[in-house]
């Protein structure tokens, strides 16, 4: 019993050693490599902005309400209509009505239509010029006055939320930049329309409203989603621009390497302005006839080694 687990071991172990090799052998290894490229400056633009995350709401959300309890008797708009003031929403009988008319109709047509002429069913309608979001009813549902049958948004716009640090860097009329998580191929653009006096504490941040009105409202556009806001800070169109990864710095003085005679690089300082992190304006040092050196890392794959394998029979190598 002793020897046939002494066996098993030592075969288990030179399988291991096998697989071992094997994959030592075949393993395609790799290096850090630096390889170095030439670019040049080129007219370009850079957008500084502040991100936040919001969501889409109705400026100013309205909920209609009867001044009368009673029964529905037709709702005369649906969901993303839109309304002007004025415009009737519903139709209904007041509770005195709704019995009158449904005594009259067990009796003839002439008598429905004699009580319906003189007793006249009350409209409810729109006070603002608006879009229809929220129908909460249907013909024949019993109401009070204290129920919300229609609610109205004038428009939409996306609430953000940007904390204490980053307020002092969003100004009314500035652009913005909107992507819905639902459409993230689609950029809309926008411009800050309210900003908050009065702040709130979100998890120990304090952050102020922001509203953001969009210039076109697409069709898809829907209460509730979730966008990621980009207001944009300082921009500029038309400049020299240059890839960060060429800028250097001497102490705090920008530099990049030129690319000489013979190839060879030269150091020369440079006037740096606004930059995004991956793109530099260039002020003066430079033109756009210029090489610049720049280095960028990659990975060399190393030829695969062929292995060896220790039971195979070795030959002798010549001393």
């Not at 309400?65 to 004025?86: H, Q, Y």
């Not at 307020?167 to 809309?188: E, H, N, S």
Request: with cysteine.
């Amino acid at each position: 019993m002793i020897q046939h687990k002494a066996k098993l071991f030592f075969v288990i172990a030179a399988l291991l050693i096998i697989a071992a090799v094997f994959f030592h052998g075949c393993n395609p290894r790799s290096k850090l490599g630096i390889r170095k490229d030439v670019i040049s400056p080129g007219l370009g633009e850079i957008f500084v902005t502040v991100a936040t995350t919001g969501v889409i709401e109705p400026q100013n959300r309205l909920e209609i309400k009867p001044s009368i309890a009673g029964r529905i008797d037709k709702v005369m708009v649906r969901e993303g209509d839109i309304v002007s003031e004025g415009d009737v929403l519903v139709w209904m009988s007041s509770t005195e009505r709704a019995a009158l008319v449904d005594a009259a109709r067990s009796q003839s047509d002439e008598v429905l239509a004699y009580w319906e002429e003189v007793y006249k069913k009350t409209p409810i309608v729109s006070p603002i010029n608006g879009e229809v979001i929220v129908r909460s009813i249907e013909p024949g549902q019993t109401i009070t006055a204290q129920d919300a049958v229609i609610v109205l948004s004038d428009r939409l716009v996306i609430s953000a939320q940007f904390d204490e640090t980053d307020i002092g860097k969003v100004k009314l009329g500035q652009k913005a930049f909107i992507t819905l998580d639902a459409y993230p191929d689609v950029k809309i653009e926008g411009t800050v329309d309210h900003l908050a006096y009065e702040s709130e504490i979100v998890n120990n941040v304090t952050i102020y409203d922001v509203d953001i009105l969009p210039d076109e409202v697409p069709e898809f556009l829907r209460s509730g989603m979730s966008v990621m806001v980009e207001v944009v800070e300082e921009a500029k169109k038309d400049i020299l621009v240059i890839s960060s990864i060429a800028v250097h710095y001497d102490g705090k003085k920008p530099f990049v390497m030129i690319k000489g005679q013979n190839d060879a690089a030269q150091k020369r300082y440079i006037n740096t302005g606004l930059t995004d992190g991956k793109n530099t304006e260039i002020i003066s040092g430079i033109s756009e006839n210029d090489n610049v050196f720049i280095q960028t890392a990659e990975y060399l794959p190393q030829k695969k080694s062929a292995g060896t394998n220790p039971f195979m029979p070795q030959r002798n190598k010549k001393k």
